[in-house]
């Protein structure tokens, strides 16, 4: 197995560059590097450029301290408290499956996909692989020890922002029928004032993020992506229109991901998308199914050509629910799609968005062995024979 690109590789996107955060100088020159490598293989490659938010901590942070306008409604109109508390519930759910909502009006900055396309002869369908190439960012919140509650913290934050609207219509119904209860008051504020924490965490946590190099999340997604469009270029699929994109801005909340499905009107039958990320450590994982808030089931087609193909490349399946992949606002959307990644013993892609996510925590061989996956799963989706497992 020849891993000597895959190092140089992972070398420029995880050595020469300190990060590739979003939208900044070092995301467009990693973009620009992934763009000269795709043109050694097709000459059909483009930039998508398209605008984003700079940081959904302070999005979501938002949505959490608007409760406490609720609860000082509720004091006066607890109808028109209700009312307004359950229309920012249903946006912020919008929000967190990947729709922009409350994140249109915010400050967007410029970011970029890298497109490359290989065409098929007489293509029957699109088969998209992507892998982000940003880099995210080390935190309180990303710490190693915090990482698995995280969803429990989320569904907290969720109930007390039901405790909040819940305790607004009883309000309204008891100054209706003269049935108004003494515990509704307090327990809203307790509710509130969780929420008005959470809110502070994340204004907290925004600025003392810290860029990490991104070896394994996701530069080694990057390098299998790489890895594929070579192989493809050396022996092409003939009956689908092959897309291999690097999406920028995933780590503000799948920018590149949302740009990619919503400027790109393909359908959706005949659409099935492959992600691969943090392939570089961790045991190789296809996802059964992932979000951290709705169970999104992976495509039932793409998930039989992942089990026929897993034993030669000993990857076994998974599910995903702490932490977004790539794919999480585009399976809320109804598209077909599956994930490949790699997960510890916890179940969570290693080195995630941590200081020790470095060139030296990366397996180059496991990068290679599951960019040949990926290519064995596209070839049963194309109907074509299984290739040699990596030797």
Same mark, same amino acid.
């Given at each position: 197995?020849?891993?000597? $690109? ?15 955060? +979003? $939208?900044?100088?070092?995301? #467009? ?5 992934? #763009?000269? #490598? ?61 729709? #922009? ?14 497109? @490359? ?22 935190? =309180? ?6 990482? =698995? *509650?995280?969803?429990?913290?989320? *569904? ?9 609207? @819940?305790?607004?219509?009883?309000? !309204? ?15 809203? *504020? ?16 925004? =600025? %003392? ?6 070896? %394994? ?28 994109? @690097? ?5 503000? *909340?799948?920018?590149? @991901? ?32 992932? /979000?951290?808030? $709705? ?5 039932? $087609? ?7 193909? +897993? ?5 076994? =399946? ?15 959307? /109804? ?17 995630? %968005? ?13 990068? !290679? %062995? ?20 990596? !030797?």
């Amino acid at each position: 197995m020849n891993v000597d $690109q895959i190092r140089r590789d992972l070398l420029h996107l995880a050595g020469h560059l300190a990060h590739r955060g +979003a $939208q900044t100088e070092e995301e #467009r020159r990693a973009s620009e590097f992934i #763009r000269d #490598r795709f043109l050694e293989y097709t000459p059909d490659v483009e930039f998508d450029e398209f605008h984003s938010i700079d940081n959904f901590h302070y999005l979501f942070a938002s949505y959490y301290s608007e409760f406490l306008v609720v609860s000082i409604l509720a004091i006066w109109w607890p109808a028109v408290a209700a009312c307004y508390g359950l229309a920012i519930l249903v946006m912020y759910l919008a929000e967190f499956m990947g729709h #922009r909502v409350f994140s249109r009006v915010m400050p967007q900055y410029d970011s970029q996909n890298v497109i @490359a396309r290989f065409p098929g002869s007489i293509p029957t369908r699109l088969l998209v692989v992507t892998a982000h190439y940003d880099s995210g960012c080390a935190s =309180p919140l990303t710490d190693p020890a915090v990482l =698995p *509650w995280l969803r429990r913290l989320h *569904w907290a934050l969720l109930a007390c922002m039901g405790i909040v609207i @819940a305790t607004c219509a009883a309000d !309204a119904i008891g100054a209706f029928t003269g049935g108004e209860s003494p515990y509704t008051l307090p327990l809203r *504020w307790v509710a509130a004032s969780a929420l008005l924490t959470g809110a502070l965490a994340l204004f907290l946590n925004a =600025p %003392n993020s810290e860029d990490v190099r991104g070896a %394994n999340n996701n530069a080694s997604g990057v390098a299998a992506l790489l890895r594929l469009a070579e192989r493809l270029a050396a022996d092409p699929i003939e009956n689908a229109e092959v897309w291999l994109v @690097a999406t920028g801005s995933h780590e503000a *909340w799948m920018g590149g @991901a949302h740009h990619l499905v919503t400027a790109h009107e393909t359908p959706k039958a005949s659409t099935y998308l492959l992600n691969i990320e943090s392939v570089g450590a961790g045991g190789l994982h296809f996802l059964t199914g992932e /979000g951290m808030l $709705q169970y999104l089931p992976s495509d039932p $087609q793409m998930l039989e050509a992942a089990r026929r193909a +897993a034993p030669s490349f000993d990857a076994t =399946p998974g599910e995903l629910r702490a932490v977004p992949t790539g794919l999480h606002g585009v399976l809320a959307r /109804g598209y077909r799609g599956m994930t490949i990644i790699g997960l510890n013993e916890e179940g969570l892609p290693p080195h995630w %968005n941590w200081h020790t996510d470095r060139i030296s925590a990366v397996n180059e061989p496991a990068i !290679a %062995n599951a960019a040949d996956f990926a290519e064995t799963i596209l070839r049963r989706l194309d109907g074509h024979s299984l290739p040699a497992a990596s !030797a």
